[in-house]
């Protein structure tokens, strides 16, 4: 009786295994007959009322019975893993054919390689780059720069107040008096950075605009050094045949200061639209730092002395690139940005 119905197992478990199509229906299928609950598991719970001499050979039975069933469950499931991936791969094909998506690499703003490009020249010279805080006390950005309380420059038209001590500073001359307190001659920095003046903004003006100022000092540092160093770099910014040519003007924190032209970059000295018939277009001031300014710093004017310059980042980008509004630089249209 027992072996009958083993037999009976046996035999449709493999005509059922031959119809299973997918993993879910193999899964069932072996649950039902050889589960807890299963088929196979049902008979031989009769196993008790078998005599002595059967009881072996039947259970010997049932477990071939059951490792048959098994392999034949192994050997199914092999199969249908790969007919399931192969279906899996055949539905998620992948167009190669179809174009990918556009990585844009961008590049420098025109003003960032302006001010890379003096960096560059400078450090070549074996200067420094030194930077300082765009909020600034007064005393850095006015006072330590021999500019007293109650002076112009200091008008509050022209200057972001934050409080009476406080400023968003005008100059990144400020960075010069932070070094100068710091470090002892000898002292070469350049010192680039973005500063403030309420100004409205037109083809020329901007409330915030880019310096780049450079400072020496040092034992015997006269204005042929000053000159002879300003005219490596218009040589090297705007090209070899480009003179430099100096105008008595006034700083506080410099004595003697010049405001410094260079070759018109569009006519080469001749006289044009850009130079307003000059053949000169004015791009820096400069002069030998005051002696106050040295004395406020703790560094003795009668041992040293220094020279000091800055120009504006926006104006030189505009003269190098033939830019005529300022604003442009700002307004960060692709169409423009993307000819630089
Ligand atoms: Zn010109």
Redesign the pocket.
């Known amino acids: 009786m027992m072996k009958e119905k083993l037999n009976k197992i046996k035999f449709e478990a493999e005509k059922n295994l031959n119809e299973i199509n997918n993993l879910q229906e193999l899964d069932n299928f072996r649950v039902k007959v050889l589960g807890k609950k299963g088929e196979l598991t049902q008979v031989l719970r009769g196993m008790g009322s078998l005599s002595n001499e059967e009881r072996p050979i039947i259970g010997q039975y049932a477990n071939e019975v059951r490792s048959f069933i098994e392999d034949m469950i192994g050997k199914v499931k092999i199969q249908l893993t790969k007919k399931e991936r192969d279906n899996k791969i055949k539905n998620e094909k992948i167009d190669i054919s179809m174009p990918g998506k556009k990585n844009e690499l961008g590049h420098r703003h025109p003003l960032s390689n302006v001010i890379k490009d003096i960096e560059n020249v400078f450090i070549g010279m074996g200067y420094e780059i030194a930077e300082g805080p765009e909020v600034e006390l007064d005393y850095y950005n006015f006072e330590a720069l021999n500019i007293p309380k109650g002076h112009p420059a200091r008008d509050t038209q022209d200057t972001f107040y934050i409080n009476e001590d406080v400023v968003l500073r005008t100059q990144t001359s400020s960075v010069q008096i932070r070094v100068m307190e710091n470090k002892k001659p000898p002292i070469r920095i350049i010192c680039p950075g973005r500063v403030y003046r309420s100004d409205a903004v037109d083809a020329t003006h901007s409330p915030i605009f880019y310096q780049v100022e450079g400072l020496v000092v040092d034992k015997g540092v006269t204005m042929g050094d000053l000159i002879g160093t300003l005219k490596v770099f218009a040589k090297s910014l705007f090209g070899e045949k480009t003179d430099i040519r100096l105008r008595p003007h006034h700083f506080q924190f410099t004595e003697p200061s010049a405001e410094v032209d260079v070759t018109?970059w569009?006519?080469k000295g001749?006289?044009?639209r850009?130079?307003k018939n000059e053949?000169w277009i004015e791009i820096l001031g400069a002069g030998m730092v005051h002696p106050k300014v040295l004395q406020n710093c703790n560094i003795d004017p009668e041992v040293y002395s220094g020279f000091a310059f800055g120009l504006g980042a926006e104006r030189t980008a505009m003269g190098k690139y033939n830019i005529d509004d300022l604003r442009l630089l700002y307004e960060n249209d692709l169409r423009f940005i993307k000819q630089f």
Do not use: D, R, S, T
């Open positions: 018109c569009v006519c001749k006289g044009c850009v130079c053949g």
